[in-house]
């Protein structure tokens, strides 16, 4: 999807105003693998009414990627889990080769290889409901 925004924003306040800027410059940075990228649920695919459990994807981003361009993203989201922590799998066709990782909120990176990623997983903790995680994958130069 798009992202978008509805109501009335010129009524917020400063720090939510500052965090909509952010995620328009994100879309805008990451517009084509958002748009192009293979999508891989990582997460069972449910009725939209279920607010339980947990839902975590993963874009992986297709051909060449110019140098400081993402090469995927993995986003995940705590619903209405009782558990605030979960670690989540990569399929192995998606990921190849060694990565700089970037957590969205925190800017802080750790790098990980793709045997990493795939066989003991991502393990993500979001200590309140209906928080996420958001990743963003560069190839190690």
Do not use: C
Request: charged share 30%; net charge negative.
């Amino acid at each position: 999807g798009h992202l978008s925004f509805t109501g009335e924003l010129a009524g917020l306040d400063s720090a939510t105003k500052e965090q909509i800027k952010k995620a328009v410059a994100f879309t805008k940075k990451h517009r084509k693998l958002i748009q192009t990228g293979v999508f891989h649920p990582l997460t069972p695919v449910r009725n939209m009414e279920d607010r339980s459990g947990w839902l975590a994807s993963y874009i992986e981003g297709t051909g060449k990627a110019a140098p400081g361009d993402a090469v995927g993203i993995f986003h995940a989201f705590r619903l209405d889990s009782p558990t605030e922590e979960r670690v989540f799998r990569l399929p192995g066709d998606t990921v190849s080769e060694r990565y700089i990782i970037e957590d969205y909120d925190t800017g802080e990176t750790f790098e990980a290889d793709a045997e990493t990623l795939t066989e003991k997983g991502i393990a993500v903790k979001n200590s309140n409901k209906h928080s996420g995680t958001l990743l963003v994958f560069y190839r190690e130069h």
